[in-house]
């Protein structure tokens, strides 16, 4: 397989980032040019739920890389310059003025886009989405002292906006039609005691959906579904998860089933065309991967791909979630797992939950369980068999299992 003389990385979130630096660092010497649709310089997104609505994080904290880097590295980095075809038959793409470039290998790291709150009047100017630093910006802007902040959707960022508001003074109502969120990914005691702790914090926490939302002067109403009367808000952000942005790939005649479909290598089903982060899928899995984690490897993975070298072997995936001051950790998939248990005492605050498919660890998450989660990706990631009891029992050191 040729080396490709030129590369074209659409989108400038971490997956695309990464992607540049792993092809340097992999001796990569050609042309390399990343198409961002924003103006500045890329920066990470997690914070924004966090300390950038905090106001403790100021964009230049948050950066991915310096301004020097791009110039250190010959990334031609191109702000402001949003793709709006891309040619892989030809070799090119078309930039959203008009101009046509060529590029040998195009990676799309196109990422996702916040879904909409999809009822009368979800568009309203009061409803706030949360992607961007201008979202966070203008959000920040209304989470004062005393302000009523209605926050639709209570997986990993609503619950995590929904936490910082409450830190600034608001007054917090969060809705959500599932009454244990999370259960599928975290396990049903860990997202429980998640989801109890914004009632223990003081938030009002309502299960129900939302029908419509009508602008009443000045403020906002949440009309619920099932008899759950009415929220009134002077702000409202929806969290209730982002679609792959795949009009790209489409477009081109890619393989799309929620997200780009992907090989090892994140290869499309274009041979020129990769594709990374939210974005992209492997092909046999189920689910996309959304975490931050997984952008940094997709870009990794992408590079050997693109080089045409054997793609390194990854272990178990793991992300983390921040609020009131306690943090969660996730490795492996818990839908993997056939059945579950506890390691610590769930009304203490402190546990951790593994998933086991026959006698193998398959996913754990923990609250403040640091030791517990490094301790069980080792064990998954090695295949060892481990009896339940073992787990279960906090005297016992896990780490003797890998001995």
Known sequence: MSVPRSVAVVGAGL????????????GYDGELVLYSAEHGLPYDRPPLSKDVLLGKARREDILLRPE?????????LREGTPVRVIRPYEGGLELADGAVVTADRVVLATGGTPRALPVPGGDDPAVHLLRTWEDAERLRERLLPGARVAVVGAGLIGAETAAVALAMGCRVTLVDPVPVPLAAVVGDAVARA?????????????????????RRDGEVALHL????????????????????????????????????VVQEGQHTSHPH?????????????????????AAQWGGEAAAHGILGRGVPRRGASWFWSDRYGVRLEVVGTMGQAERMVLRG?????????????????????????????K????????????????????????RAVLR
């Open 15 to 26: 997956a695309a980032v990464s992607t540049c630096d792993a092809l340097r660092a992999q």
């Open 68 to 76: 020097a880097w791009y110039g250190e590295q010959r990334v031609d």
């Open 194 to 214: 998640l989801h109890e702790r914004h009632t223990a914090e003081g938030i009002e926490v309502i299960t129900a959906g939302v029908e419509r939302v009508e």
């Open 225 to 260: 579904g099932g008899g759950g009367g009415v929220v009134v808000a002077d702000t409202v952000v929806v969290g209730i998860g982002i679609r792959p942005a795949t009009e790209l790939a489409e477009a081109a005649g890619l393989a799309v089933d929620n997200g780009v």
């Open 273 to 293: 065309v990769f594709a990374v982060g939210e974005v992209a899928r492997r092909e046999g899995h189920r689910v996309r991967h959304e975490h931050w984690e």
């Open 345 to 373: 005492d769930p009304h203490g605050g402190s546990f951790t939950v593994f998933g086991l498919c026959g006698d193998r660890v398959v996913a754990a998450a923990g609250i403040d369980r640091p030791r517990d989660i």
């Open 375 to 398: 301790a069980a990706r080792r064990i998954i990631d090695r295949g060892v068999a481990v009896e339940a009891g073992v787990l279960t029992d906090e005297s016992a050191d896990l």
